[in-house]
Nanobody, 115 residues
Framework: QVQVVESGGGLVQPGGSLRLSCAAS????????MAWYRQAPGRQRELVAG???????NYAGSMKGRFTITRERSKNTVSLQMNSLKPEDTAVYYC?????????WGQGTQVTVSS
């Protein structure tokens, strides 16, 4: 059973930064694509950023240039560095690893951007 655990959420002021981390169990973790999604109250879950097993990254338009996804293979973690945060970035952020044909999700971590 694959377990996915997020950490690093919290309360930050507009313009501030946060770094989220995602740890996944399993020795073959580094071969598979992973992604961060988020879901704000009353809205559908949306893609934030993804990274393939080979390291190729992709970002949702509104996050491009502000967020950076990286993979640390030695630590079996994927991180999301979020800069220039805005109130509209407030959401629960989820980490997902795709091991075809399945997707494994974490429980989510709350990010609140407010003054």
């Amino acid at each position: 059973q694959v377990q996915v655990v997020e950490s690093g959420g919290g309360l930050v002021q507009p313009g501030g930064s946060l770094r989220l981390s995602c740890a996944a169990s399993g020795s073959i973790f580094s071969e598979y694509s992973m992604a961060w999604y988020r879901q704000a109250p009353g809205r559908q879950r949306e893609l934030v950023a993804g990274i393939s097993g080979g390291g190729t990254t992709n970002y949702a338009g509104s996050m491009k240039g502000r967020f950076t996804i990286t993979r640390e293979r030695s630590k079996n973690t994927v991180s999301l560095q979020m800069n220039s945060l805005k109130p509209e970035d407030t959401a629960v952020y989820y980490c997902m690893i795709r091991i075809p044909p399945y997707e494994y999700w974490g429980q989510g971590t709350q990010v609140t951007v407010s003054s």
